[in-house]
Structure formats: structure tokens, C-alpha cells
């Protein structure tokens, strides 16, 4: 298992530095989102600051970019990072593409096939200087002029992955990309019912098997020196877990553990009622969705947890104990990876 950092979202002038820790710390990877910062300046940072950590956007909104725009920032994260650059890409939804971003929404999951299908068509012709031509439904590009192709690098395979929740996107991964970012929301229950069979279906449809997807995920954690700080990093995870569950996307994850609160949740969000939401999440769905364990078993509660379900786990919370004590996350770290 690999074990990976996301970086917080902090302005990108701060990756250089925090990649340099990252991998003091033993991580082997370091992952960006597009929340209040651009995704791809922190990573050109890192990649110059901290060469051998993979590299990767968890993740771009692909929409609002042009597969040319998506296409020539990958192959230069690809080049700067000696081929260690994954370009994670994700949907969003309809909200934010059209009224966010001002760009268009439609049918997203044939969408998103296309365009990575057109990425990797615009890589190709960076590569092989041959001529551009590329037809689709949404997407056409048919011209790439010598000065302004960018040509070869060493490592022109860029992996694609994507981040979904249900099996549509799952099976998307399957089909065409060489990992899929596992939502944090997430139960393992869910990862066997849905996830992994949607996954394993699109793989076997396009000739391929599930291995050749390489599953990443966040995880909650809940972690301390004494049973009382375990409790007590609870809170924070129990309020992120009710702003997820009242969102009508992750009701099949709670339709899976058989959890009747979503429909409250989603009521109490609409009146606005975010601090009150929390305290409609039992015990049971945040040990269940999270890990709660002291620090010297969260390595192994971690792995008892996901087996060989996900290849890349990172911390989507890490609380102020392990925060604050860097000798105890190199162990949790190095108990994860081996």
C-alpha cells in the first residue's frame, strides 16, 4: 500500500516546502484538489522542490478546460516530474459546472469518456508529431501546428484517473483509466456492493481486469494517545460525514449500511442548519466510515479496515495529535506500507 499526502488548501507558494516534509515523512505521493486554489501550480512546486514523489490531482475539474488546455499542463507536470504525474479528473456537478464556472453540463459520464479519449488522441500527436484529428460528439480538434506542439517527452503515457461515488464513473475507471479516486465518503460495504463490481465490469468489457486500475482513497481518522482523544477527534469527522450524507449523490452509500438519516440531513442543510446536522450521525456511521484507533494500532486498524481493496491511502483527517508529533506519523506511515 501506498500512502500519500494531500496538500491542504493553502496558496501553492507553501508545495515546495510541504513536499519536502511529505516525503521526510515517508509518504510516496503528493495529491492536490481544486477547492479554493488552482490544482496544478502546488504540483510544479513539489515536482521541482521534492523529484521522487509521485505527483498527482485528486482532483481537476475537467469541464470548464478544454482537453487542449488539460492536455498541454498535464504534459508538462508529465515532463517536470520525470513521468510521475497522474492527472486525476472529476465531473463536479451540474450546480457548480454552469452557474460556478459558467460552462455546460451534460450527460457527464459519456462526456468524461470522450474526453479522455481526446486527451490521450492530443498526446499522441504531441509525441508523434503526427497530424491531429480527433471526431467526437462533444469534442473535435483537428489542428496542432508545429509551433505550438509542445513534442516528445520520455514519458508520454500520462495515467488517467477519476473520482466518482456511484457506478457509472466506477465502471468508466474500469473501461479506460488506470485508477479511480474512491470518494472518502465511503463504506467498505459500499466499495464491495458497488464500487469494485462496476469497476471490475467496465474492466472486463474493454479486455482488461481490475488490477489494471489502481484504487486511491482518503480516509477518516480518528486517532489519539488516550482513549479520550479518540473520542474527542469523533467531532469533527461526525460533521463532515452529516455535510456528505445530506447531499442526494451519497444517499446510495447509506442506502448500503441500511442508514435512514439523509433525508433529515438534507432538510436541515436547505434551512441552513449546518452546526445542528451533526448531531443526527450515530456513533455506528462514524466508525463505520471512518477509523477510530490509538495512534500504535492505526497502521494496522487501517489495513484490517481495506485489505487489498484500495493500492493508495492518504488521511482526509488526521487530528492534532498526530498532527503535532512527527516521529509517531512516520510510524503510522511506515506501518501502512509495509
Not at 42 to 51: C, G, M, N, R, S
Not at 210 to 224: K, P, Q, S, W
Not at 227 to 243: G, H, L, N, Y
Request: hydrophobic fraction near 45%; charged fraction near 20%; aromatic fraction near 10%.
Amino acid at each position: 500500500m501506498k500512502v500519500d499526502f494531500y496538500y491542504p488548501p493553502s496558496p501553492p507558494e507553501h508545495a515546495g516546502a510541504a513536499a519536502v516534509e511529505a516525503h521526510e515523512a515517508g509518504y510516496d505521493g503528493f495529491f492536490t484538489a481544486e477547492t479554493q486554489h488552482d490544482p496544478f501550480f502546488p504540483l510544479a512546486l513539489a515536482a521541482v522542490a521534492q523529484p521522487g514523489l509521485d505527483l498527482g490531482t485528486a482532483i481537476a475539474v475537467a469541464f470548464p478546460r478544454s482537453p487542449m488546455v488539460m492536455a498541454m499542463t498535464a504534459w508538462d507536470l508529465a515532463r517536470m516530474s520525470g513521468g510521475r504525474f497522474m492527472l486525476g479528473l472529476g465531473t463536479q456537478v451540474r450546480a457548480h459546472i454552469v452557474r460556478r464556472f459558467s460552462s455546460t453540463w451534460d450527460r457527464p459520464v459519456p462526456r468524461l469518456r470522450e474526453y479522455i479519449q481526446a486527451l490521450r488522441s492530443i498526446w499522441a500527436s504531441f509525441q508523434d508529431s503526427d497530424p491531429l484529428s480527433f471526431e467526437g460528439e462533444f469534442y473535435r480538434f483537428s489542428l496542432i501546428t508545429p509551433f505550438f506542439n509542445p513534442g516528445p517527452i520520455r514519458h508520454p503515457d500520462v495515467p488517467v484517473y477519476i473520482a466518482g461515488v456511484g457506478p457509472y464513473l466506477s465502471r468508466l475507471a474500469g473501461e479506460l483509466c488506470q485508477g479511480f479516486h474512491v470518494h472518502p465518503f465511503h463504506t467498505t460495504r459500499y466499495l464491495d456492493q458497488v464500487v469494485i463490481p462496476a469497476i471490475s465490469s467496465g474492466a472486463g468489457a474493454a479486455g482488461r481486469t481490475i488490477e489494471d486500475v489502481e484504487l486511491a482513497t482518503t480516509v477518516f481518522v480518528m486517532t489519539g494517545e488516550t482513549e479520550t482523544e479518540v473520542e474527542q477527534a469523533m467531532d469533527p469527522v461526525r460533521q463532515q460525514i452529516a455535510f456528505y450524507a445530506s447531499t442526494p449523490s451519497y444517499l446510495p452509500v447509506l442506502e448500503a449500511e441500511g442508514w435512514d438519516f439523509g433525508g433529515e440531513l438534507n432538510a436541515m442543510s436547505k434551512r441552513g442548519e449546518w452546526q445542528e446536522m451533526a448531531a443526527l450521525v450515530p456513533d455506528e456511521a462514524v466508525l463505520t466510515v471512518g477509523v477510530a484507533a490509538p495512534i500504535d494500532g492505526l497502521a494496522n486498524a487501517i489495513r484490517d479496515r481495506y485489505g487489498d481493496r484500495v493500492q493508495r491511502i492518504g488521511f482526509y483527517t488526521i487530528g492534532p495529535t498526530l498532527h503535532a508529533d512527527p516521529d509517531a506519523l512516520r510510524q503510522v506511515i511506515a506501518g501502512l506500507k509495509g
